[in-house]
């Protein structure tokens, strides 16, 4: 079975534009979570998806958005990049949503760089 | 307030030596445990879980984990280090009750050096 795909998997950007990163789950799965990676802070979480519906959102700005498709391909989308914005950005995906007892899979990440 | 604590930024073992990582908790009731770990410019990989029964887990890649109700712990340990498990660790909680992983508390990381 594959794993979880990113895409790119690296990213430099400016100050003020703004970003798409993608996120290919596992085949079956339908959960799809994503986190925020850096030295300072660890691992903070973004969102999580289920069946295209956001269940959660971590404590971040409006600038950080996503959405689900109906493949449970991911998508999450930074606008007005910021310096602090420069991560590592984590996907995820396990196979249900509701279940506590899940192990997730994780992708390989997005490096984002903000210059 | 529910969290997590891996007392230990790094951890420095020789190899052949065993080794533990240590995790503590404080969440209310019977939690749900998970050990990743993240080796560098990878994602994170997940080791093993405790979720009930048998307070000592084995998991992957010869580690084990043991729950300790009464130590609020979940200390992972490995009994011979290899070079190759150099790589960040981490401790992961969740409350049986709140299935979204936006309650998933992870812990801050612990890396882990094994020296030849």
């Known amino acids: 079975k594959a794993g979880v795909t990113q895409t790119p998997r690296y990213l430099i950007k400016t100050r003020g534009q703004q970003v798409t990163l993608s996120c290919s789950p596992i085949s079956g799965h339908r959960s799809v979570s994503w986190y925020q990676q850096t030295p300072g802070q660890g691992l903070q979480f973004l969102f999580e998806?289920?069946?295209?519906?956001?269940?959660n959102k971590g404590n971040f700005p409006g600038r950080f958005s996503g959405r689900q498709f109906s493949n449970s391909r991911s998508e999450m989308n930074v606008s007005t990049l910021e310096l602090g914005d420069s991560a590592l950005y984590l996907c995820a995906s396990s196979s249900r949503s509701g279940s506590s007892y899940n192990e997730q899979f994780f992708g390989p990440g997005t490096r984002l760089t903000v210059l | 307030a529910q969290s997590v604590a891996q007392p230990e930024d790094q951890v420095n073992v020789a190899e052949g030596n065993p080794l533990t990582v240590k995790c503590t908790y404080s969440?209310?009731?019977?939690?749900?445990l998970f050990w990743y770990v993240q080796y560098p410019n990878r994602g994170l990989q997940f080791l093993l879980k405790?979720?009930?029964?048998d307070n000592l887990v084995k998991g992957s890649y010869g580690f084990e984990a043991e729950f300790n109700k009464s130590q609020t712990s979940f200390h992972l340990k490995k009994p011979s280090a290899l070079v190759s498990d150099s790589a960040l660790y981490f401790c992961a909680v969740r409350d049986p009750n709140m299935d979204s992983n936006y309650q998933l508390i992870w812990g801050a990381g612990t890396k882990l050096i094994i020296k030849p």
């Open positions: 969440v209310s009731g019977n939690p749900y």
């Open positions: 998806y289920f069946s295209e519906t956001q269940r």
């Open positions: 405790y979720i009930t029964g």
